[in-house]
Nanobody, 120 residues
Framework: QVQLVESGGGSVQPGGSLRLSCAAS????????MGWYRQAPGKQRELAVY???????NYADSVKGRFTISRDNAKNTVYLQMNSLKPEDTAVYLC??????????????WGQGIQVTVSS
């Protein structure tokens, strides 16, 4: 079994910053991609950002230039530094990890989700 534990969410004023963490543990052979989706009330789930094992990253246009994802492969942990936060960043942020299977393929695992609220 693989568990993902998120931390670092909360409430912040517009223009503020937050740093999310997501640590994967359990039966892990290796992790391909890790990233964050977010889901705001009444909106579709959005892929915000991800990072692959080699370090390449991909950002949604809505967060580009404000969010930075990083990864500690030794700790199976991904971090999301969120700066210049806007009210529209308010959402539940869900961490995921694509864990490689020993022979072939991969399986996606999810965190429980963490609330980020940006409001004055």
């Amino acid at each position: 079994q693989v568990q993902l534990v998120e931390s670092g969410g909360g409430s912040v004023q517009p223009g503020g910053s937050l740093r999310l963490s997501c640590a994967a543990s359990g039966s892990i052979f290796s992790i391909n991609a890790m990233g964050w989706y977010r889901q705001a009330p009444g909106k579709q789930r959005e892929l915000a950002v991800y990072i692959i094992s080699g370090g390449s990253t991909n950002y949604a246009d809505s967060v580009k230039g404000r969010f930075t994802i990083s990864r500690d492969n030794a700790k199976n942990t991904v971090y999301l530094q969120m700066n210049s936060l806007k009210p529209e960043d308010t959402a539940v942020y869900l961490c995921y990890a694509d864990v490689a299977r020993p022979i072939s393929g991969q399986l996606r695992h999810w965190g429980q989700g963490i609330q980020v609220t940006v409001s004055s």
